[in-house]
């Protein structure tokens, strides 16, 4: 019996544990697996779950070609496998969202291949870049959601970017007042247009007043440190990276269709904005669901007790665009 679509699934709870979906779709990560079981059920699709290596023990590359060559391997030899190789998609939340994008960067961009194209992606708040940890999202939340605070996720990239895993509470520290780059990378740069807050809802483009006494709190408390050179010359060449932080590619065109799950109450909130901006300006047709949820409440971790009404529509959203999109 074939299957008339495929999806994979990457799963991810942070760089430390990243997780990815494709449909196969294909999926990465143990934390999702009731997810996984929701996609395959909802669109009756077949859905691979990937369990590819994690940071600190296995940083970038690693992670990032586990996901690759699952999807290859899926792409390649899915005849054999009853599989339509011409509808696969791929899935995922978080760092998995960010593994996603980058193997359809990288497939994209493989013209020798002869791989068939990737039918669609679904990106669930995906963590898109490495350079300003004090977008809007971050000063409203990030001292008061627990995860991703501001502090885990420059921790999660210190990690994932191959840092040295005894100082990374020293990196962090560093890292959430962007004291890891040179200042004119965020002012006067291609990246810094990459990141332009101009390009946001007018509500998102600046703090909210209710949450200013809060912010005050995350005032820089050495406004003198320009940046640490030492850490900068370590992730230079990462951060930059398209395949490390998909929302510095120079270019986005060619992607697949796309579904993007935003959540208001999450310091990724505002990159993932940025990066569906950029998608549309690209030509590639996206979709945006945006609730007022928070990071991760559409997981199933524990269906009989975590699970939450924003979560049921996020994940009825993604079952609807996946069955569109076969």
Known sequence: MSAN???????????????????????????????????AKCTRKITISVNYRLAPKHPFPAPFQDCLDVTRHVLTHGKKLGIDVNRVGLTGDSAGGTLAIAVALKLRDEKESKLPP???????????????????????LGEILLFPSSFSMAGNWALYLGLDPTKIDEYAALMKYNHHVPP????????????????????????????????????????????????????KEKITNPLVAPLMADDLSGLPSTLMLLVEFDVLRDEGLLFAHRLREAGVKTDVYFTKGFHGDFLHLLPQYWHSKTGERAVIAMCKFMKENQ
């Open 118 to 140: 990737l039918k669609y992606q679904v990106l669930v708040y995906p963590a898109l870049q490495a350079h300003d940890f004090r977008l809007p999202s971050y000063l409203e």
């Open 184 to 235: 004119h990378l965020l002012t006067d740069s291609k990246y810094a247009k990459y990141l332009d807050l101009k390009n946001l809802p007018e509500e998102f483009r600046k703090p909210r007043p209710e949450v200013m006494e809060n912010i005050a709190t995350l005032k820089d408390p050495d406004e003198t440190v320009s940046y640490d050179t030492e850490l900068y010359d370590q992730i």
């Open 5 to 39: 679509l495929k999806a994979i699934k990457l799963d991810v709870s942070g760089f430390v544990a990243l997780q990815v979906k494709y449909y196969v779709d294909i999926v990465f990560s143990d934390l999702s697996d009731w997810t996984a079981h929701d996609f």
